[in-house]
């Protein structure tokens, strides 16, 4: 029973940061349609009208790129990673106290 609930967790947080991550680029790619083009011609270029496999993704250094900078740029998780301050901080006339999530 804890099996199935930890595998149903594992799925659905797999299938929402994909989907999530999926989104992002589609928007940015809808936004920026020369890197889209240029996206497009990499395909195109690779695949030759094929469905892709495991072998194509070294030979799409520009889909990497993509993908990567999608996941730098957006935030999948809404909450993300905590971070706190690992030592008092001044920043311009604003005082951070050690441990403080920011």
């Not at 240029?38 to 993908?67: C, F, H, N, W």
């Given at each position: 029973?804890?099996?199935?609930?930890?595998?149903?967790?594992?799925?659905?947080?797999?299938?929402?940061?994909?989907?999530?991550?999926?989104?992002?680029?589609?928007?940015?790619?809808?936004?920026?349609?020369?890197?889209?083009?240029?996206?497009?011609?990499e395909?195109?270029?690779?695949?030759?009208?094929?469905?892709?496999t495991?072998?194509?993704?070294?030979?799409?250094?520009?889909?990497?790129?993509?993908?990567?900078?999608?996941?730098?740029?957006?935030?999948?998780?809404?909450?993300?990673?905590?971070?706190?301050?690992?030592?008092?901080?001044?920043?311009?006339?604003?005082?951070?106290?050690?441990?403080?999530?920011?």
């Amino acid at each position: 029973e804890n099996l199935n609930a930890v595998m149903y967790d594992l799925f659905i947080a797999g299938v929402e940061t994909t989907s999530t991550t999926l989104c992002w680029l589609l928007l940015y790619l809808a936004v920026h349609p020369d890197k889209q083009q240029s996206l497009q011609l990499e395909i195109d270029s690779v695949l030759e009208g094929r469905i892709p496999t495991l072998q194509d993704k070294p030979k799409m250094p520009y889909l990497e790129a993509v993908t990567m900078e999608t996941m730098r740029k957006s935030s999948v998780l809404p909450m993300g990673v905590f971070h706190s301050t690992m030592q008092d901080t001044t920043i311009g006339e604003y005082s951070i106290p050690k441990d403080t999530i920011i």
